[in-house]
């Protein structure tokens, strides 16, 4: 074999710590290798140019490039060999920036410590053979979960570029947060004849199937062919029947059913349309709440539902669904804001989440857009907002920034001045986040505009005062003096998390998550919407905090990739994949368990059972070649030979 070795010196990214001239030398001394070389940017044209023109000039059947991650930059240079004439795969890297120049400042030890990756990559590369895909055929349908704003601005992009798109809900309607908000921030536009309009274009689109209150049970397969099961739960009414005119809800008697959609802050009857312009807007039961359901006794819904549609004996419904590709827009959830016992939160009547408080502002909402206090119902007159409860609190575990609720505290504050302009508004924060458009001037609207107080300080408890008012403790970092303030209502801006079961839909689509249930991207800057299975992607707030205008545009983002996937009627697998020796394998079937794709199963050959990999299947990912106890799997270009081999050039070293 005739290999050549290319060290890169990123500039001073590895060249600083590194001296690739050195590493170079050596490898023009490790076997097999004919050429090596120190370009100062590998992945350029000139470093590309370089690589192309040694493989001809030298009669190169295999390069190792020691640069950044293979993460980065394999598919480049797999290009770049594969104009020179070279199998594709006839290529490694060793990855001596993230593992050596980024990590260590000592030169002598960075240089040898990659002149030893270079030496693994060459023993490994020693063992690569020619490998060559197998193309498959692509099923032009995608699925998008969750729809929120950025779940329906995927299924609409998609859609309306004629791929047919299974659009699945949790919830009975579409619409997400944004459904639930008054006003948005910066312009203060009414949030449900922003996204009405949208939720409404859904409903109407050919090719948008929507699955309403319905979840995904189990995902198989791989890009281009995913075949996915979807949970219909029972809504207790035919849908295809109802007509969403709440004939039922009027004379529902069970009229003390939490009201989730309200956020909890009023009750509502067992049955009901989510709020009026639900998308669908068909009646659901509550079953738990039901009399009917829970006792046996009642059927008034029933009785005056003008078409028969209730039906309690429903039941949930399986349906089977075949995309080629998903799109996971599932949002957030506030976190457990209980935790915080200082500020009374879920013990005192008037100390709310924000969303409630979206809820009282909206005129869909339990107060019909008066502001009241739970407790007593009467008009606040000095309101306190808190942020940051459950974001950049270190000591329970959220480091990170919620992102919009500056924004948003500074939007309640002024919309609570135009509903009630007798009022005072006082907002505790640690500091102003506001980077967006006409952010940073619309909350200076806030305090210029509306008088709204800001206090810079963290508030330390919040206790009744004995006469229907609370007294919120804090202080004033600032004058750094201590402030005491009596308030009417205590609005508490709660820190975000991945939405409820984040982290189970995650590992069906096997995509990694946070350990605040948010979705992992491919690569922060360069792959911001797609994740580590191909075909699946990322819209919205279930990747982390982002407002209405950043979801929207990612939802577009990544309606963009799946376009761009299914612009191809074929798609062509990674050949590194396993490959079963048929002598050796005895049919135990534990390749066949432990494969997390369904890509290995068992075949007769000759009366025998053996295993099989299903190659358009199979990612690769060697967990049946570690498993197989005949070390009858192997994995091409991680084979056993090919392992030993870089472990004994590292023991040589
Ligand atoms: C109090 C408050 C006020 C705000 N005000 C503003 C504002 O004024 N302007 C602004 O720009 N932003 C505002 N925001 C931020 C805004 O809510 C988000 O940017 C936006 O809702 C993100 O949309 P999304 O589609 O990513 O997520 P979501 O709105 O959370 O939608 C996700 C959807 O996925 C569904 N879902 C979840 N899990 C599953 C599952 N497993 N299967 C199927 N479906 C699932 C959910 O039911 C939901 O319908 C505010 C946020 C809060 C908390």
């Not at 605040?516 to 990322?538: A, D, Q, R, W, Y």
């Not at 000759?606 to 099989?612: G, I, P, S, T, Y």
Request: glycine share 8%.
């Amino acid at each position: 074999m005739r290999i050549g070795v290319f060290i890169c010196h990123c500039g001073s990214n590895i060249g600083g710590t590194v001296d690739c001239a050195k590493v170079a030398e050596k490898a023009a001394l490790f076997p097999d290798v004919v050429y090596a070389t120190d370009p100062m940017y590998t992945c350029a044209e000139p470093g590309q140019a370089t690589i192309e023109s040694a493989i001809a000039e030298y009669r190169l059947d295999g390069i190792v490039v020691a640069s950044c991650s293979p993460r980065m930059h394999e598919p480049t240079f797999r290009r770049t060999v594969e104009r020179a004439g070279l199998n594709r795969y006839m290529l490694e890297m060793a990855n001596i920036r993230e593992h050596v120049s980024w990590i260590g400042k000592d030169v002598e030890s960075n240089t040898n410590k990659a002149a030893e990756l270079v030496a693994i990559a060459v023993a490994k590369l020693r063992g690569n053979t020619p490998l060559h895909s197998k193309s498959f055929e692509v099923n032009k349908r995608v699925l998008v979960i969750g729809g929120g704003v950025a779940g329906i601005q995927a299924a609409l992009d998609c859609a309306d570029g004629d791929i047919p798109v299974v659009l699945v809900e949790r919830e009975a309607t579409i619409g997400g947060k944004m459904a639930k908000l008054d006003k948005t921030f910066p312009t203060v536009d009414c949030s449900a004849c922003i996204v009405g309009p949208k939720m409404v274009d859904v409903a109407q689109h050919p090719l948008i199937a929507l699955y309403a209150l319905s979840e995904v049970e189990e995902i198989s397969g791989y890009v281009g062919n995913f075949t996915v099961k979807i949970r219909k739960r029972a809504p207790y009414v035919d849908w295809d029947k109802c007509t969403g005119c709440g004939a039922c809800s009027v004379k529902c008697p069970s009229k003390k059913t939490p009201d989730a959609f309200n956020e909890f802050t009023g009750v509502t009857t067992a049955i009901k349309v989510a709020f009026p312009q639900a998308i669908p807007k068909k009646a659901v039961i509550t079953a738990a709440h039901c009399r009917q359901m829970s006792r046996g006794k009642c059927g008034v819904c029933a009785k005056v539902c003008p078409t028969g549609a209730v039906n309690y004996d429903m039941e949930d419904v399986i349906v089977t669904e075949e995309v080629g590709s998903i799109v996971a827009a599932t949002g957030y959830d506030l976190m457990d804001w209980t935790v915080y016992k200082e500020y009374g939160a879920g013990r005192y009547p008037d100390v709310i989440t924000s969303l409630q408080y979206e809820r009282l502002l909206s005129g869909s909402g339990p107060t019909c857009g008066h502001i009241r206090r739970p407790s007593d119902g009467r008009e606040p007159r000095i309101i306190v907002f808190i942020q940051c409860v459950g974001s950049r609190d270190r000591s329970i575990g959220r480091p990170q920034c919620s992102g919009f609720c500056c924004m948003y505290t500074a939007k309640q504050a002024v919309l609570t001045k135009d509903h009630l302009p007798e009022s005072q508004s006082y907002v505790f924060y640690m500091d102003i986040r506001a980077p967006g458009k006409m952010y940073d001037e619309f909350t200076r609207r806030a305090v210029e505009e509306y008088g709204v107080e800001y206090v810079r300080g963290r508030v330390s408890c919040v206790y009744p005062d004995g006469k229907g008012a609370y007294s919120v403790m804090g202080v004033d970092t600032l004058l750094g003096r201590p402030v005491e303030i009596t308030a009417d209502l205590i609005v508490l801006a709660v820190g975000i998390e991945g939405s409820r079961g984040a982290g189970e839909l995650a590992e069906k689509l096997r995509i990694s998550y946070d350990n605040c249930g948010f979705f992992m991207e491919s690569h922060v800057k360069l792959k911001p919407v797609e994740t580590n299975t191909i075909g699946v992607f990322l819209a919205g707030v279930c990747q982390g905090a982002r407002d209405i205008p950043a979801s929207v545009a990612q939802g577009s983002a990544t309606a963009a990739k799946v376009l761009g996937l299914f612009a191809r009627d074929r798609l062509e697998n990674d050949p590194q994949i396993a490959c079963v020796d048929m002598r050796r394998c005895v049919a135990c079937g534990k390749c066949v368990r432990c494969c997390p794709f369904g890509a290995i199963e068992e075949v007769s050959v000759r009366d025998e059972q053996k295993a099989h990999v299903i190659e358009t299947v199979c990612q690769g990912c060697g967990l049946c070649a570690a498993t197989c106890p005949q070390g009858a799997v192997q994995l091409a270009h991680s084979t056993d030979n090919q392992i030993l081999a870089e472990v004994n050039t590292l023991c040589r070293y």
